[in-house]
Every structure is written in structure tokens, then in C-alpha cells.
């Protein structure tokens, strides 16, 4: 899929995953993809529709609404402070 310049990426992923299930079942799957993709309907659609799971970093711009992030990923900070000692 080819889009142009002020295309979000995230506004065409969940549109690149149904095309991509449609001839390649992706259930289970492990989404890997970079912070331009934190965006919440990623993770509920990953998770819900394909059974799977999504690696994306936190993009910072959404950290002043924690609404907007997943609990996993909230989860797994608060962790990673703890081991490192915070």
C-alpha cells in the first residue's frame, strides 16, 4: 500500500493487517513496529481480532494521557523502573 507524505502510518496499519490475514492468517502473530504506531486501536485489534501481540515503544507525546496507553505497556515500565532500582 502506497500513501502519501501526510499519511500517518498508523492510520493505515490496521488496513495493511485485514489485506495482509486475508491471504496470510496472521492469528497469534507478534506486531513489531516503531513508536509511530502507539496508537491504541493497534493493540485492542492485535490482540482481539489476531490473537497476537504488539512490541511498540512508547511514544512520549501520549505519555500526558495514560488513557491512551495500554495496561501491558504501563505495566512493564513500572517493572523495569522497579528492577532498576527506582
Request: hydrophobic share 35%.
Amino acid at each position: 500500500m502506497t500513501t502519501t507524505a501526510e499519511v500517518h502510518d498508523a492510520t493505515v496499519a490496521l488496513d495493511i493487517l485485514a489485506a495482509t490475514h486475508s491471504f496470510q492468517p496472521i492469528t497469534d502473530c507478534i506486531f513489531l513496529a516503531d513508536k509511530g504506531y502507539d496508537v491504541k486501536n493497534i493493540y485492542n485489534q492485535v490482540k482481539e481480532l489476531y490473537n497476537g501481540e504488539c512490541i511498540i515503544p512508547l511514544n512520549k507525546r501520549n505519555t500526558k494521557n495514560p488513557k491512551l496507553l495500554p495496561q501491558r505497556e504501563s505495566h512493564l515500565r513500572s517493572r523495569a523502573c522497579h528492577v532498576e532500582g527506582w
